[in-house]
């Protein structure tokens, strides 16, 4: 989506141009699932699909929101009056985010905005941390706020977790506000310190496929929430703050230590290896061995299976067509129970695996995959 065509859109909707022009991508993530709100490691980069906002400042309180992608005409709120959980529909994503911009005391006195997006919604690609962190950055740089875009990506959030209401965890929204071309971000979740690892899979003779499942994935029927809840149980049974304080070394007497408690150990191991797993990914990553993640992703697809158990059919089938079809790697990406699974292929590979893949799916009477290449895109930025 051009930003002149959403800035033409916003011209004839509301009668006056736009000040301003922002876009924030979707993500898919390389290596680090669920490790986000276990104070972990993980490591995202940007796609080319984003979110393009027409934005102007209102003094008055009003907040008017419209989006090319969803029926309906403009949606009228008020600044002063949004309440969290009041709202189930994809307003109160940049709703939630004006509101927890007041709530911490930042003076954004309502907004006219225009939207469309090309990331594809419900298929683990972050659509709502780009249309949050799309927002954020229009109104940091309309209302002058100087907010830093950790900042902003924490703000948004809060947004998602206290006003949409989903407990998610930090990676999205730092991935949408602070991914840059060319580069994986290497995430501490713990302070949010970052390293932009240069990711060029092109330069090195191979590709990233996605492989959108069209499995909608939701996190709402609450076992995205589960799974944290039970991160947080095994992390005080272990009497540390996060589960990332267990060390890769220790993890052997931390399970010892968990004992017949199954459930337990199934998730402190996953997070415990899959933190190593982005260690090592990085490692290999900065050592040029790029071919070399492809086993570790496998291993972290293996994980999420079975220890995890956020699978689901169609993505294990991707996964085992394309190794089964001359892959290097493949897993899953992003929350789990459908959405999209990533692959590493030599570019000479593409068109096997891409074809196995779909012939799979249609054998196994599934709904045909999206399949595209991911190219590691620019975070946030202001367009004009
Ligand atoms: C979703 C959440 C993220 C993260 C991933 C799993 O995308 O929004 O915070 O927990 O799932 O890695």
């Known amino acids: 989506?051009?930003?002149?065509?959403?800035?033409?859109?916003?011209?004839?909707l509301y009668g006056a141009v736009p000040e301003g022009v922002w876009s924030a991508p979707g993500r898919v993530n390389l290596i680090g699932e669920h490790t986000d709100y276990n104070?972990?490691?993980?490591?995202?980069?940007?796609?080319?699909h984003t979110t393009v906002a027409a934005v102007s400042r209102r003094t008055d309180g009003v907040l008017r929101l419209h989006s090319a992608d969803v029926e309906g005409g403009v949606?009228?709120?008020?600044?002063?009056?949004?309440?969290?959980?009041?709202?189930?529909?994809?307003?109160a994503y940049p709703a939630g985010v004006v509101w927890a911009l007041r709530e911490a005391g930042h003076p954004v006195t309502g907004a006219d905005v225009h939207l469309a997006s090309t990331v594809p919604s419900g298929a683990g690609l972050s659509s709502s941390a780009a249309l949050e962190v799309v927002?954020?950055?229009?109104?940091?740089?309309?209302?002058?706020?100087?907010l830093q875009r950790w900042q902003l990506a924490r703000l948004c959030q809060r947004a998602e977790n206290v006003y949409v209401g989903a407990p998610t965890g930090i990676m999205d929204q730092t991935a949408s506000a602070c991914c840059e071309e060319g580069h994986a971000l290497f995430l501490d979740t713990r302070d949010l310190s970052q390293q932009q690892i240069?990711?060029?899979?092109?330069?090195?003779?191979?590709?990233?496929?996605?492989?959108?499942?069209?499995?909608?994935?939701?996190?709402?029927?609450?076992?995205?929430?589960?799974?944290?809840?039970?991160?947080?149980?095994?992390?005080?049974?272990?009497?540390?703050?996060?589960?990332?304080d267990i060390p890769y070394d220790g993890l052997d007497a931390a399970l010892a230590r968990l004992g017949d408690d199954e459930e337990?150990?199934?998730?402190?191991?996953?997070?415990?290896?899959?933190?190593e797993r982005v260690e090592r990914t990085v490692g290999l990553l900065k050592?040029?061995?790029?071919?070399?993640?492809?086993?570790?992703?496998?291993?972290?697809?293996?994980?999420?299976?079975?220890d995890f158990r956020i699978s689901c059919p169609e993505l294990?089938?991707?996964?085992?067509?394309?190794?089964?079809?001359?892959?290097?790697?493949?897993?899953?990406?992003g929350g789990g129970f459908g959405g999209s699974a990533i692959v590493l292929v030599e570019a000479a590979d593409v068109d096997t695996v891409t074809k196995a893949v779909q012939e799979a799916f249609a054998g196994a009477d599934f709904t045909a995959p999206r399949v595209f290449e991911a190219v590691p895109s620019a975070g946030a930025r202001r367009l004009s």
């Not at 337990?264 to 933190?275: G, K, N, P, S, Y």
């Open 316 to 333: 294990d089938l991707v996964v085992d067509t394309a190794l089964a079809s001359g892959a290097l790697g493949a897993r899953m990406t």
């Open 287 to 306: 050592a040029g061995e790029t071919r070399a993640i492809g086993p570790v992703l496998v291993a972290g697809h293996a994980s999420l299976r079975d």
């Open 198 to 244: 240069p990711f060029d899979l092109a330069a090195e003779g191979m590709r990233l496929l996605v492989v959108d499942t069209r499995v909608k994935h939701a996190h709402s029927d609450g076992e995205y929430g589960k799974r944290r809840a039970g991160c947080e149980r095994g992390a005080a049974l272990l009497g540390v703050d996060a589960l990332r």
């Open 264 to 275: 337990a150990v199934r998730l402190v191991r996953h997070i415990v290896t899959e933190d």
């Open 1 to 12: 989506m051009g930003a002149q065509q959403v800035r033409d859109g916003f011209t004839e």
């Open 39 to 48: 104070d972990g490691f993980v490591m995202p980069f940007a796609l080319p």
């Open 135 to 146: 927002i954020a950055l229009a109104l940091n740089d309309l209302f002058e706020l100087d």
């Open 75 to 91: 949606v009228e709120l008020r600044a002063d009056e949004l309440a969290p959980e009041s709202d189930r529909n994809w307003t």
